[in-house]
Nanobody
Framework: QVHLVESGGGLVQAGGSLRLACAAS???????????LSWYRQAPGKQREFVAA???????SHADSVKGRFNISRDKYKNTVYLQMNSLQPEDTAVYYC????????????WGQGTQVTVSS
């Protein structure tokens, strides 16, 4: 069984930066079945939305709302994915969740507990 643990959230002023980390832990057999790790976020009163994804192949994708400001990267040796967030704005305030998708599955079925990001104006 794989567990995802996020870290790095906090309070920052508009225009500032934060780096989130998501560490995947579990047996080598279970972590090797993770085909993609992604970031989602959910703001108060809103639905959860996609932020960025990193596939095992190295391919990445970012939501239009964060392109040019956020960057997802992956350390495959540490089973960790990062989200570098620059030029943060108050509308980026949300709980950020790390999600894992297993080989052969189309949905993300492993979720972390989330980390709060608050951007003050």
């Amino acid at each position: 069984q794989v567990h995802l643990v996020e870290s790095g959230g906090g309070l920052v002023q508009a225009g500032g930066s934060l780096r989130l980390a998501c560490a995947a832990s579990g047996s080598p057999q279970s972590t090797s079945r993770i085909s993609a790790l992604s970031w989602y976020r959910q703001a108060p009163g809103k639905q959860r939305e996609f932020v960025a994804a990193s596939a095992r192949s190295g391919a990445t994708s970012h939501a239009d709302s964060v392109k040019g400001r956020f960057n997802i990267s992956r350390d495959k040796y540490k089973n960790t994915v990062y989200l570098q967030m620059n030029s943060l704005q108050p509308e980026d305030t949300a709980v950020y969740y790390c999600a894992g998708r297993q080989l052969g599955k189309t949905e993300y079925d492993i979720w972390g507990q989330g980390t709060q990001v608050t951007v003050s104006s």
